[in-house]
């Protein structure tokens, strides 16, 4: 199972993390993370509104594994 794009407004109450890799090399590019129970959600830091990616615990495991 993939990606699921959902409304920021199911995700308020979460804690976020802001990535280690966001902004490297002084870009304006900023991705924050907040664990689930069933996986990981993933939004863009300068949009909080706006639409929040939400991958399964596997699916978010092999995206990781394959950008390393």
């Not at 802001?18 to 002084?26: D, H, L, V």
């Not at 664990?35 to 939400?54: C, E």
């Amino acid at each position: 199972m993939g990606a699921a794009i959902m409304g920021a407004e199911a995700f308020e109450g979460l804690r976020w993390h802001k990535s280690s890799r966001s902004n490297a090399g002084g870009g304006a590019q900023c991705v924050e993370l907040a664990r689930l129970a069933t996986g990981t959600a993933v939004r863009d830091g300068k949009q909080r509104g706006g639409a929040v990616l939400v991958f399964p615990t596997r699916a978010f495991r092999a995206f990781l594994a394959g950008v390393r």
